[in-house]
């Protein structure tokens, strides 16, 4: 979790980490616990509303089905790959080129992979992932002993002073990664766009350790010299085919494959996945300006914002939209003063709820921060990033959402009341038709950059 400085621009830095008590209750009265009883909503991450296929059909895919079954040793794993066919996930094709997760997990055993990497290791991940998503985590990874003088010479730039290298050795033993942005959108794309997931993690694990992504400008902004700009403001790989389509390039910072190498062979209980090193780090990129790393899980400032910790609201959005290839819009139903506390809502819970209905009754799930005051640091707000993937209500009437959280060392779905979680939501990624029914609302890299030239001229 991270504990940060909140100002209006976003809230995820990984800066001043503390251990905080997420389950306090909030004195905010919720206006909406008096409502009508709600319908359920199944949970997001388990359900689709696309056909899927359960049984193999052509000789190509029952060689490929075979081949993996063969190169598996350990028997649950073999259950994993056929729980992956029988709960329709393994022939799913919602990925960019049509490619199904079969496909990319074939690729994964008969193509060459980054040296550093061993096939089976990242077969296991996928199966993994594909019999339970919960197990994304942001959890870092220590460096073993052996590989600590390698990284620190990186970190340092082979520095010889002895408080440098003991500062950066500390930093190191003591990392807890700012990547909860990045673990949410990660997590959201393996349940809603599963062969896509795959697709990446096929690209990202390969020698070249890239992707290329085709999308819709339109899903960055209505207005297509906006979506241009977006793209060349983040400094995002891409080139134009056609009026409305555009090829991204995603890539992981180039220190992140050390840390998957490390991963390959040294992978610890609740450690992130050499998947989740590669996945966070890419997007960690996409939306920092190219500036990740993943040694240090720092990033440059920019015009948005001089923190170099985590992505901030804006930039998880641009991320989201670009990965998820839609227009996403980023919410703020908090107001945060110059000192970083809460001082109002732009909405009533009322409203706020309906909206999170509305969107997972579209079959979205929802990537959202939530806010707390910090009792280490004066009590200004502190953000962390999670998901909600369903809501339902208990025979009491108590209105609960179901979420996911990368950070709780829970490789299972956690539980939030409506009446603790809604006063804590600072913004909720929603899409675009959802966003504009209930207000006039302008985009929120308008309002980043609005906010920007302001601080700019005033300074």
Not at 121 to 135: G, K, M, R, S
Not at 412 to 423: A, D, G, Q, R
């Amino acid at each position: 979790m991270d504990s940060v400085q909140l100002n209006s621009v976003g809230i995820n830095n990984p800066q001043n980490i503390q251990q905080v008590n997420r389950k306090q209750n909030s004195a905010v009265t919720n206006p909406a616990e008096n409502q009508s009883r709600a319908q359920n909503y199944r949970p997001a991450a388990y359900d689709s509303t696309i056909k899927v296929r359960t049984t193999l059909t052509t000789k190509d895919e029952k060689k490929k089905y075979k081949e993996l079954m063969e190169e598996l040793v350990e028997p649950k794993y073999k259950r994993k790959l056929e729980y992956a066919l029988k709960s329709g996930k393994l022939l799913k094709n919602n990925s960019n080129d049509r490619s199904t997760v079969l496909d990319n997990l074939y690729k994964i055993i008969t193509e060459e992979r980054d040296a550093g990497l061993n096939k089976n290791t990242i077969l296991q991940e996928c199966l993994d992932i594909l019999a339970n998503p919960y197990v994304i985590t942001q959890t870092c990874e220590d460096i073993p002993n052996e590989y600590q003088k390698q990284v620190i010479g990186l970190i340092t730039g082979l520095s010889t002073n002895p408080q440098t290298i003991m500062q950066t050795k500390y930093e190191l033993d003591n990392m807890h990664t700012g990547t909860c942005p990045a673990a949410s959108i990660e997590f959201d794309l393996a349940t809603k766009h599963t062969a896509e997931f795959f697709r990446l993690v096929e690209g990202l694990t390969s020698p070249k350790n890239e992707v290329e992504k085709r999308i819709k400008l339109d899903s960055l902004s209505e207005n297509t010299l906006d979506a241009v700009w977006l793209l060349n403001k983040f400094k995002t790989p891409w080139k134009k085919e056609g009026f409305n389509t555009a090829t991204v390039l995603l890539k992981p910072d180039e220190n992140a494959i050390i840390r998957a190498r490390i991963q390959n062979h040294h992978k610890d209980k609740g450690e992130r996945s050499i998947i989740d090193v590669l996945m966070q780090s890419t997007f960690m990129q996409l939306g920092s300006q190219q500036t990740y790393n993943s040694l240090t899980d720092k990033r440059a400032p920019n015009d948005w914002t001089q923190d170099d910790g985590g992505l901030i609201e804006f930039e998880k959005t641009f991320v989201e939209s670009v990965i998820e290839d839609k227009n996403t819009t980023s919410v703020i139903y908090q107001n945060v003063d110059e000192e970083g506390r809460l001082s109002g809502y732009t909405k009533d819970f009322g409203t706020i709820k309906k909206e999170l209905l509305a969107t997972l009754k579209a079959g979205h799930n929802i990537n959202i921060g939530y806010t707390w005051p910090d009792p280490y640091n004066e009590n200004r707000l502190a953000g962390h990033e999670i998901t909600i993937v369903s809501y339902k209500v208990k025979p009491n009437g108590e209105g609960v959402f179901i979420c996911q959280d990368s950070d709780d060392d829970k490789a299972v779905p956690i539980e939030m009341s409506e009446k603790e979680l809604l006063p804590k939501i600072h913004h909720a990624g929603i899409p675009e038709e959802i966003a504009s029914k209930d207000f006039d609302y302008e985009e929120s890299w308008k309002i980043t950059l609005d906010e920007y030239n302001k601080n700019k001229k005033a300074n």
